[in-house]
C-alpha cells in the first residue's frame, strides 16, 4: 500500500511539473500575426536584414529557433534585443556582444516604437516567411476588391445625375440650332426679294470704285495686319529657349511624387552638389543604391491614377508592376544583381535627358542661391513675393527649389515649371530681401543700412537689387 502511494505521489508531481513547463512554453511561445510581421518587416528591417540570407545583419527566417539554440534564450531575450540592443550590450549580456562583434560591430537600430504585439507579429513572420507574405498580399488583395466595389457603386450611383445633365445639354443645343436655322432662312428670303438700282449695283460690282471709295478704311486694316504680324514674330523670337513645359520622357521612369513627397526625401540628399557649385548635378545611380539595395520592387499604395484613365495601364496594380519594372532596369543598367547582391554585370550609362539648362552666356550658381540666399528665398516663398508664385503653385513649400522650379515634389515626371526669362530674374531680386541676421551681411552692409536708413526710414528692406543684383556683369561675364 505504502510503495503504491508513493507511486502516486510521483505521478502527481511529474503531472505538475510538466503542467508547469507547458505553461511556461504557452508564457514564452509566439503569438504574433505573420501577415502584420510582414508589413513591419518590410517597413523596418529590410535595410539591413534580408529573410534568406545575410545582408548587413543576420538572415531573418528561423530567428527565434536560432536563438534558441544557440543560446537558449526566447522572447524575452528577443524583445529586449529589438527594442534597443544597445542597451542589452551595455547591461553585459554575453549572447548580444556575441552577435554584435559577429557583424562588425555593426549597431543594429533601436525601435522602442514597436509594442510589444508588434515584436511578437515580427517574431511569427520570421517563423513563416512564405505564410505571413501570402496572408498579407490576401488581405490588401481583398481590401482592394472592397474598395474598387465601394467605388464603383458610388460612380453607379451618380450616373443618373450626370446623364440627366447630359440629356439637357443636348435639348438646349438642339433648340439654339432650330432657332439659328430659322434666322437664316429667314435672311435668305429678305436678299432675294430686295432689288438694288443701278447705282448700288455699280458699287457693289466695281472694285476699283470700291477701293478707292474705301481706301483709307483698307489702309489702316493693312497696317494692323501688319503691326500684329511683326509683333508675333517680335515674341516668337522672344520665346526662343523658353521651354516652360518642357516634360522629356526619361530613360528610367522616376517619379519625384513619390520620392520627394511620400517618402519625404529631401531634394539635396540627390542633388548634393547644388550646395557646393553652380549646378545641382544628376545624381550617381550609388546614391539611388543607398535605398535600392533592399528596395527592389514598389510596395506603396499610391500610383498615377492618370496613367489608368489615359488607358495606358488597366488598373493600381498594373502601374506599380511598371515602377517595379522600372527599378529592375535600373538594376540592368549598372550590373547590379538582386538575388546576389553584387554588381556582378555588364554596366552602361544611364542617358538621362536634360530639363534645366542656362545658355553659356549666363552665370548661375545654385550655391549662392541655396545656401547665402536660403532664409531670404524662404521667407519669400513664405510671404508669397516670389514672381509667378501662384502659377508656380509654391505656397508652403519648404525648399528652396522651389521658388524657381515650382512644387517638383508634387511632380511624377519632372517638367519645366518656369519660364526662366531675365525679367522674371529681375523681378525676383527687386522683390527678395536679403539675409541680414547672417554675421557676414549685418556686417558687410552696415553702412549700406544706415544710408538707406536716412534716406528711406527706419522700416526699409535691403533688396538684393539693392546690392548689385542687376548689375549686368553679375550674370553676364
Not at 546576389?340 to 548661375?364: A, C, L, S
Request: with cysteine; hydrophobic share 40%; glycine share 8%.
Amino acid at each position: 500500500m505504502k510503495a503504491r502511494f508513493l507511486t502516486r505521489i510521483r505521478l502527481w508531481s511529474c503531472a505538475v511539473l510538466m503542467a508547469t513547463f507547458s505553461l511556461t512554453q504557452a508564457q514564452d511561445a509566439i503569438t504574433g500575426d505573420a501577415a502584420k510581421g510582414y508589413d513591419l518587416f518590410e517597413a523596418n528591417c529590410t535595410a539591413c536584414h534580408q529573410v534568406d540570407g545575410v545582408l548587413i545583419g543576420p538572415e531573418f527566417r528561423g530567428v527565434v529557433q536560432r536563438v534558441n539554440e544557440e543560446a537558449g534564450l526566447g522572447r524575452e531575450w528577443l524583445h529586449a534585443w529589438i527594442k534597443d540592443n544597445k542597451a542589452l550590450r551595455e547591461s553585459g549580456d554575453a549572447y548580444a556582444n556575441k552577435i554584435f562583434a559577429q557583424y562588425n560591430n555593426t549597431e543594429m537600430l533601436a525601435f522602442p516604437s514597436l509594442s510589444e504585439q508588434d515584436i511578437d507579429d515580427l517574431l511569427a513572420y520570421s517563423q513563416d516567411p512564405d505564410g505571413g507574405k501570402t496572408a498579407f498580399e490576401a488581405a490588401k488583395a481583398e481590401a482592394k476588391a472592397k474598395a474598387d466595389a465601394e467605388k464603383a457603386a458610388a460612380k453607379q450611383g451618380g450616373g443618373g445625375a450626370n446623364s440627366g445633365v447630359i440629356a439637357i445639354g443636348f435639348v438646349v443645343i438642339a433648340v439654339l440650332l432650330l432657332w439659328l436655322l430659322v434666322r437664316v432662312n429667314a435672311l435668305v428670303k429678305a436678299t432675294t426679294l430686295a432689288e438694288l438700282n443701278p447705282l448700288q449695283e455699280k458699287e457693289a460690282t466695281s472694285f476699283s470704285e470700291m477701293f478707292e471709295k474705301y481706301k483709307k478704311v483698307g489702309g489702316i486694316t493693312i497696317a494692323l495686319f501688319a503691326f500684329f504680324a511683326l509683333f508675333n514674330v517680335y515674341w516668337g523670337l522672344m520665346g526662343i529657349g523658353v521651354d516652360k513645359g518642357y516634360e522629356p520622357e526619361q530613360p528610367i521612369y522616376f517619379s519625384h511624387k513619390i520620392h520627394a513627397d511620400i517618402q519625404g526625401i529631401d531634394c539635396q540628399y540627390c542633388h548634393s552638389s547644388a550646395k557646393y557649385g553652380k549646378v545641382s548635378g544628376i545624381p550617381s545611380t550609388n546614391t539611388c543604391m543607398n535605398c535600392h539595395k533592399t528596395i527592389k520592387e514598389y510596395k506603396g499604395d499610391y500610383f498615377e491614377e492618370d496613367l489608368v484613365a489615359s488607358g495606358k495601364f488597366a488598373d493600381g496594380d498594373a502601374v506599380k508592376a511598371f515602377y517595379t519594372g522600372e527599378i529592375q532596369k535600373m538594376y540592368k543598367a549598372i550590373g547590379w544583381n538582386p538575388e546576389t547582391n553584387k554588381y556582378d554585370g555588364p554596366q552602361k550609362p544611364i542617358e538621362w535627358v536634360r530639363i534645366h539648362n542656362m545658355p553659356d552666356f549666363v552665370y548661375f550658381s545654385h550655391a549662392q542661391h541655396v545656401v547665402a540666399g536660403e532664409k531670404a528665398i524662404l521667407k519669400a516663398i513664405k510671404e508669397g513675393t516670389i514672381p509667378n508664385a501662384k502659377e508656380l503653385n509654391i505656397g508652403g513649400g519648404d525648399q528652396t527649389c522651389f521658388a524657381c522650379h515650382g512644387r517638383v515634389d508634387q511632380m511624377d515626371e519632372v517638367k519645366m515649371a518656369n519660364d526662366f526669362t531675365m525679367g522674371w530674374c529681375i523681378e525676383c531680386h527687386r522683390t527678395t530681401e536679403v539675409d541680414m541676421d547672417n554675421e557676414y551681411n549685418k556686417e558687410y552692409y552696415a553702412e549700406l543700412h544706415e544710408k538707406l536708413k536716412k534716406q528711406y526710414g527706419d522700416a526699409t528692406k535691403i533688396t538684393v537689387d539693392a546690392i548689385g543684383g542687376l548689375e549686368c556683369a553679375k550674370c553676364h561675364y
